[in-house]
């Protein structure tokens, strides 16, 4: 099967880990444990596809859509939506493996979904839309040592979400794979080896894991946003949960003009250097 067409039916579900220390999680063994030898995978957000790949969408759902269920879009009806493509290579000194979802039960990594039928991922990556002034503050306060989930970062999300400042992507999807080769210093990567969702998942050096945009719940919800410039931020693995070698290079933003549908004016979204 085609790897896009087998993301989307495979799709997991972002849910966040607030609360849990990173020492915990990273602390975890057994089937679905994260190697701790020496060498460690180190993922980063590849911003040519967030800028290339990105568009609004006016969609319409349902009461019983699963996205709706499972809070991507916070009512039924119709919705703005910013969508984008989210790649996240491995640039690291070996492989991120997760494995077996099915072994991962009751652990910190996976849950079973009813509403989609599979296996739901824990904590990957997170999505904000930012006011400028907003984001401002967050580069220059927050502390890229430390989880999202915790201390400073925890209090900076808080207090710019309650104020206005950032509009958070809800359970975003989520299957780790070999998607897409991504070169490192111009060498290809060898083959892919995690491509099953089901059975064995994980990112290869030099593999990029993407997220086209067209997929469940790739997007932020934009319903009533106002006209202006705004910054889409991407960061993976924002509360730690698999150890790197760098945490600080987990994020990349992309800023934006939005100006919503007025009337007979079209909703309209470009990308500002």
């Given at each position: 099967m085609d790897p896009t067409l087998r993301k989307y039916f495979l799709v997991l579900i972002l849910v966040g880990v607030a609360g849990l220390s990173a020492s915990a999680v990273k602390a975890q063994v057994g089937m679905c444990a994260i190697q701790t030898g020496p060498l460690q995978p180190d993922l980063i957000v590849d911003q040519a596809p967030l800028k290339s790949e990105i568009y609004l969408s006016e969609e319409h759902f349902s009461g019983n859509d699963c996205a709706v269920d499972e809070n991507c879009v916070t009512k039924p009806g119709n919705h703005l939506l910013l969508r984008f493509t989210t790649?996240?290579?491995?640039?690291?000194?070996?492989?991120?493996?997760?494995?077996?979802?099915?072994?991962?039960?009751?652990?910190?990594?996976?849950?079973?979904?009813?509403?989609?039928?599979?296996?739901?991922?824990?904590?990957y990556t997170a999505y904000r839309l930012w006011t400028e002034a907003g984001y401002q503050r967050?580069?220059?306060?927050?502390?890229?040592?430390?989880?999202?989930?915790?201390?400073?970062?925890?209090a900076l999300l808080d207090a710019a979400e309650a104020n206005g400042d950032l509009?958070?992507?809800?359970?975003?999807?989520?299957?780790l794979e070999d998607s897409r080769p991504y070169p490192i210093n111009g060498n290809p990567p060898g083959p892919a080896v995690y491509q099953s969702c089901g059975t064995n998942q994980g990112l290869s050096v030099g593999w990029a894991d993407v997220y086209s945009a067209d997929l469940p719940c790739q997007y932020v919800q934009i319903t009533g946003i106002s006209e202006g410039n705004y910054v889409l931020e991407n960061q993976v693995n924002p509360d730690q949960v698999f150890p790197e070698s760098d945490y600080t290079n987990n994020s990349t933003a992309v800023r934006l003009y939005i100006r919503p549908h007025h009337g007979n004016i079209p909703a309209l979204l470009q990308v500002l250097e």
């Open positions: 790649s996240t290579p491995n640039i690291g000194q070996t492989a991120l493996v997760v494995g077996n979802p099915a072994a991962c039960l009751d652990t910190l990594f996976f849950e079973f979904s009813m509403c989609h039928q599979h296996y739901h991922y824990h904590g967050w580069i220059a306060s927050r502390n890229l040592q430390m989880p999202t989930s915790a201390g400073i970062n925890r509009t958070v992507g809800r359970k975003q999807g989520f299957c």
